[in-house]
């Protein structure tokens, strides 16, 4: 940057070496030899500029990736999280990062921690069964949630997915009809995923709620929706092909 502004000082003095101490006093035109020496000036005046304005990107790009840290710089809080809320809950749960190797901003990252802890929670606690109803149903005893970090076309997308109970979206579209909103798409878009989950904060269910497991889950998703809202993300609920329920919340930019 310095260099940078060097350049453009002495192209600037040259400048004035070549107008004289009275600029007025040059006429275009009236010199040829002036006028040669003008436009070199100018030349170097906008050479000086622009190394100027190259090495401010470049400060700026670095202090960018300075800023900048590895998702999985949450792995050790993540993975101490997610053991307390299984041990709590009574259930064996098995849990995965995959593209931990994302650049994230740290402030944001350091904003991330807590909605995301909260979406493991919710798989935990509302999606996973007891190991002797898993057993029932043909699953392994200990379930698994798997934590997935990518970039799309429009941000970063974070998937909270796990083996537990499905999503019922009969539930989901009932829902939306007692709060009176417009009738879900399969899956719903994000701008109705967000209505539903305002509307459901500000008018949740009866105490009858507690035994369903898709209620639970939207209930939670209620609670994270105004910190992920906050910091300008959206939830989405994405088809798993796999069968896991998934939610992703993306990060734009």
Avoid at 4 to 19: K, Q, S
Avoid at 137 to 148: C, D, I, T
Avoid at 179 to 186: H, I, M, N
Avoid at 206 to 216: F, H, I, N, Q, V
């Amino acid at each position: 940057l310095a260099q940078g502004c060097a350049a453009a000082e002495d192209a600037l003095a040259a400048l004035r070496r070549h107008l004289g101490a009275d600029g007025d006093a040059y006429e275009p035109g009236s010199d040829p030899v002036l006028n040669d020496g003008v436009r070199l000036a100018l030349d170097a005046a906008a050479a000086g500029i622009d190394t100027v304005v190259r090495t401010t990107q470049a400060l700026r790009m670095a202090t960018e990736a300075l800023r900048k840290v590895r998702f999985d710089a949450l792995t050790g809080r993540l993975h101490e999280f997610v053991g307390q809320v299984a041990r709590e809950s009574g259930r064996p749960v098995r849990w995965a990062l995959f593209g931990g190797a994302e650049a994230v901003d740290r402030t944001l990252l350091d904003r991330l921690a807590v909605p995301v802890e909260q979406l493991l929670r919710l798989s935990v606690e509302h999606g996973i069964e007891s190991a002797a109803l898993r057993q029932q149903s043909g699953k392994q005893a200990a379930g698994y949630v798997e934590l997935r970090v990518a970039r799309q076309v429009d941000g970063l997308g974070i998937d909270v997915s796990d083996d537990g109970a499905a999503l019922d979206a009969d539930r989901l579209r009932a829902q939306a009809a007692r709060l009176r909103l417009e009738a879900l798409d399969t899956p719903p878009t994000p701008e109705q995923l967000a209505a539903l989950l305002r509307a459901f904060a500000a008018a949740p269910p009866g105490p009858e709620a507690a035994a369903d497991a898709t209620l639970r889950r939207l209930a939670g998703w209620a609670r994270v929706h105004p910190a992920v809202a906050g910091m300008g993300a959206r939830l989405e609920l994405p088809v798993d092909a796999s069968g896991r329920t998934t939610v992703r919340l993306v990060l734009p930019g």
